[in-house]
């Protein structure tokens, strides 16, 4: 086979590959807006659900996947920006750096309903927290710890080395270094991956099913330690009741304002990635 004949094959390969990715897609939120939309309306996004929520509305899911996100974000991300700039600009070891890539990476790669069990165990089981917001936030900020970590640490190691040279050869401190010129690169880099950890923490169920939230009876929590009701949670409840048409068209409905929010938090992250690679580039 020629070098242009697999050239042709692979372009044709990768180009068929595409337009399904882009296909399944399209469908996927076609058939989401079409079904939604009808159960989308003012009502239904500022009443709360009763029911078990084949009624009402989904005011209370919004406000509780809204603070667990919060919470994540909140406890992700100063330390995921401390992880990147100390293994960026302390970790000279290459042993030791490659032992950091596997953890993370790792981390990265661990199922969310591990998450979910492992909070289940220690949280609530051994700490005795209960059913809390609070906790399904912290376990949400650990999932989404490796994305940041990543983000950051790419943003940091693109920055010149002229650039510490010259901050040294200014009479600079180490930490002043840090401060001056490595903080503003790494936190432009690590929002940027909050807002897309934020993209999937948001839709996540397992990690938070039982450890977190409750299916019903629950509104705004005023203490650290009470349960919430999230979006994930509530289709799944919906789902369960398929025979009824109105608890169906709810879950449509629900579904479709949480993609809405996942693809706000995700285009929030391509724009910011797009604003930071103007500022630098």
Known sequence: MSR?????????????????SIAILVFLIATLIWKGMGA?????L?????????????LYQI?????????AAVCSFPIALGVAIYKSEYVKSKVFQNITDTIIYSLNGIPSIIFGIFGLIFFVNILQTGVSWFVGGIILAMMILPTIILASHQA?????????ENAQALGLTQWQVIRAVIFPRGINGAFTGLLLGLARAIGETAPIMFIA???SGVTVPRTFLEPVSSLPTHILALAQQATNPQALQNAWGSSLVLVSLVFIFSISALVRRIQYSKINY
Do not use: D, M, Q
């Not at 692979?10 to 337009?19: F, Q, R, S």
């Not at 989308?40 to 239904?44: D, E, K, L, R, T």
């Not at 406000?63 to 919470?71: E, F, H, K, N, Y």
């Not at 693109?158 to 510490?164: F, Q, V």
């Open 213 to 215: 939230t409750a299916f």
């Open 40 to 44: 989308i309306s003012v009502g239904f």
């Open 156 to 164: 940091i190691r693109s920055i010149p080395n002229s650039y510490r």
């Open 63 to 71: 406000i509780g996947s809204l603070a667990l996100t919060l919470c």
């Open 46 to 58: 500022t009443s709360a659900s009763e029911n078990f929520g084949s009624e009402g509305g989904i």
């Open 4 to 20: 242009a004949l697999k050239n042709n094959v692979y372009n044709t390969l990768i180009w068929t590959a595409a337009v399904l």
